[in-house]
């Protein structure tokens, strides 16, 4: 079971994209193509600052990305890149 503050309730979440649409086709390919990835960043501006690497800010913020094959992966950008859980540049 899983429990968490009322600043952290679903309603308080933002989310910003590269891409205002994402959309794949039957094979699971983008459409269309993009050039770089398209990052999907997913915060809580209400519940203060995203995490850093340093350890600074209030509360995790996660990064979602999707290649132009249609590979989707979620990541923290408080960890380092090297981490299983850490972003890819």
């Not at 979440?13 to 649409?21: D, F, K, N, Y």
């Not at 983008?30 to 960043?41: A, F, K, N, Y």
């Not at 990064?63 to 090297?82: E, F, I, K």
Request: charged share 10%; hydrophobic share 40%; glycine share 10%.
């Amino acid at each position: 079971m899983q429990a968490r503050g009322a600043t952290e309730a679903t309603p308080n979440a933002a989310v910003t994209a590269s891409q205002a649409t994402v959309m794949f086709l039957g094979t699971g390919v983008v459409t269309p193509v993009p050039t770089t990835p398209i990052v999907i960043d997913v915060t809580n501006p209400t519940g203060g600052s995203c995490i850093s690497q340093s350890g600074d800010g209030d509360v995790r913020c996660m990064r979602v990305t999707v290649s132009a094959a249609g590979q989707v992966r979620m990541c923290d950008p408080a960890l380092a890149a090297t981490a299983a859980s850490g972003c890819r540049p």
